[in-house]
T-cell receptor, first 110, second 116 residues
Framework: GEDVEQSLFLSVREGDSSVINCTYT??????LYWYKQEPGAGLQLLTY?????DMKQDQRLTVLLNKKDKHLSLRIADTQTGDSAIYFC??????????FGAGTRLFVKA | GAVVSQHPSRVICKSGTSVKIECRSL??????MFWYRQFPKQSLMLMAT?????????EQGVEKDKFLINHASLTLSTLTVTSAHPEDSSFYIC????????????FGPGTRLTVL
């Protein structure tokens, strides 16, 4: 079935880079997303990548996609305390549903 | 970017009552809206896809008669939790997709429902 998995927790020091990893199972996925959720709030789309791309950079964010291994990562450069949140990986499947991972809680230490 | 609002942001109700949650796209028309449920420290679970002017498509395991969805206009979808019970307590999030967008959904801020 369709599934998205990601590690549940990541702790980094302020100023370091954060790398959040995600794996998915649907080889016919069309888009892959990273969302950010702050406490008690909805989801904010951070970035997305087409399945025919292998990298996308947007300011401090770098998304890497390894389609062969069905592996997606989000790198946040110069991580700040304001980046502390839950980050969800999601894929838009060939059936046009969006499947979310369980979320990675990023904790940034000052 | 596009804005989606939800109302109310928080609601507490007694067991057995019905609660209506509104989802509005403020600056675009959304032919498709989605309703998700999120349990604490868990991912979003898609409940149903709402298409303007037609019946909603519910995901497997979601009770249609329990969670009534109405998408009466291109900017408004409502979710009514009927005869709410404590196990319905959750964070409900809607999202909306503009017709010209192939990729992006815009999420509302969510509604926290607590059933006593």
């Amino acid at each position: 079935g369709e599934d998205v998995e990601q590690s549940l927790f990541l702790s980094v020091r302020e100023g370091d880079s954060s790398v959040i990893n995600c794996t998915y199972t649907d080889s016919s996925s069309t888009y892959l997303y990273w969302y950010k959720q702050e406490p008690g709030a909805g989801l904010q789309l951070l970035t997305y990548i087409f399945s025919n791309m292998d990298m996308k950079q947007d300011q401090r964010l770098t998304v890497l996609l390894n389609k062969k291994d069905k592996h997606l990562s989000l790198r946040i450069a110069d991580t700040q305390t304001g980046d502390s949140a839950i980050y969800f990986c999601a894929e838009k499947t060939g059936g046009f549903k969006t499947i979310f991972g369980a979320g990675t809680r990023l904790f940034v230490k000052a | 970017g596009a804005v989606v609002s939800q109302h109310p942001s928080r609601v507490i109700c007694k067991s057995g009552t019905s609660v209506k949650i509104e989802c509005r796209s403020l600056d675009f028309q959304a032919t498709t809206m989605f309703w998700y449920r999120q349990f604490p420290k868990q991912s979003l679970m898609l409940m149903a896809t709402s298409n303007e002017g037609s019946k909603a498509t519910y995901e497997q395991g979601v009770e249609k008669d329990k969670f009534l969805i109405n998408h009466a206009s291109l900017t408004l979808s409502t979710l009514t939790v009927t005869s709410a019970h404590p196990e319905d307590s959750s964070f409900y999030i809607c999202s909306a997709r503009p017709p010209e967008s192939g990729a992006e959904q815009f999420f509302g801020p969510g509604t926290r429902l607590t059933v006593l």
